[in-house]
């Protein structure tokens, strides 16, 4: 048995080394991002390119350069510009796909800033997006031609902004790298900015799956100052001068609380190695938001700031669904009841055998009933995605639920592994 474990070892640690030597054959040390704007109106999306960046280290595994799990309502690609063959893949969303759900598109067109990263290739490659229709089918926007050595590919040194090095856990490539930006933070602020990171984080390390993996995370601080303290409140005539233009009232809705900023933004989380990005507010009012490989953002002085902190995390980070069904939200129709939902915590069934199917007890009936008897139970309960019909979730509360859930369902929580899994090999 123990010689059998053995060979499956060596058989894993050959795969990732192999992986390794492509990724060195294929691609330089260094990230390229690449920025863009998506435009259009409720039924039209059009791309147009802003620039390409040379940047330093590429922080991402050098093993996991395909993301196959197809999460995210986008998606952008690098093939290979002579063999046409896949070499690095990413799923995101992105806030211009929600307004596009919501009346105002209907009337009127906007456009939304975009970032990818990517490492950077040693020969030409066709960079590629493409956007999850209504039918759940991926449809292209996008197709660019890449050559690393276009001299108009920008290669410049980073807005030179303090840095704390928060968690040091080790080498990039094989942690979660996690930037934390202060949004409406003076000057005289940033101990403050600090001191809410170790009390977010450390809210984040008591939550499961999360506390058996402190050492797969890398933090960081950018200390960026804003002109005032705060942020803005457009529906109560409040305006704020801020680093990164964050601001309640997202599409009309109070407590969401967003920015439009990618390029601030991304142009300040530069100054370190990066996956993923957090925002903390200096706000007390309840709000955040947070968005698949986009964005992630929370205020820090509300009472339920933390338990905000990790679900907005759950969004950005883990491709996460919001399990909620009762609450107020901006979108018309924002799932397809025909189609089976990207994310892996939510389902309507139409292909539920690749999702948490195996995890439900043979006597737990589907759909499961709302009822005590199940309440601790993996099941089959309708109602999530904003949808009290026609969608089912895991369990009757999860941190994707409710701040009250004490953490996250086994559903999310083996979501969540994985993810750290895809950032860490």
Known sequence: MIRYLMIILLFALSGIVTAHDNFQKTFQDKTLRLDFTLAGNDTTTEIFIEQQRKLDDWAGSRVNLVDDRNYGNFRYQL??????????????????????????ART???????????????????????????????EQLLKLEIDPNDYFIVSEKAADY???????????????????????????????FKDDIKRLTDYLF??????QHRDDFNFYAVLVPSVESGTDFPGEGVYKNTAFNSSFYTFDTPRYLTSRDLKSIHDAAAAVPYDQIYVLVNSPTYGGGGFYNYLNLTSVDN?????VFVHEF???FAGLADEYYTSGVAFDEFYNLKVEPWEP??????AFGGKWESMIDAETPRPTPRIVKYKDKVGL????????????????DCRMKTNEATGFCPVCSAAIEETIRLYCE
């Open 79 to 104: 093939f290979d510009h002579q063999t046409g063959q896949l070499i690095f893949s990413r799923g995101f969303g992105s806030l211009f796909q929600e307004w596009q759900s919501t009346p105002e």
């Open 108 to 138: 009127m067109k906007r456009s939304y800033y975009q970032v990818a990263l990517m490492p950077f290739p040693k020969n030409k490659v066709d960079f590629v997006v493409e956007k999850r229709t209504w039918d759940g089918v991926y």
């Open 162 to 192: 303090p840095v704390e090095i928060i968690r040091n856990s080790g080498k990039p490539a094989n942690k979660v790298d996690l930037v934390f930006l202060p949004e409406g933070y003076t000057k005289d602020e940033m101990d403050k």
């Open 206 to 211: 008591t939550i499961p799956p999360y506390d």
């Open 303 to 307: 009472e339920r700031s933390p338990q």
């Open 314 to 316: 759950g969004h950005g």
């Open 345 to 350: 915590n939510i389902t309507t069934r139409v």
């Open 381 to 396: 309960f309708e109602g999530g995605g904003y949808n009290e019909k026609g969608i089912y979730s895991p369990m009757m």
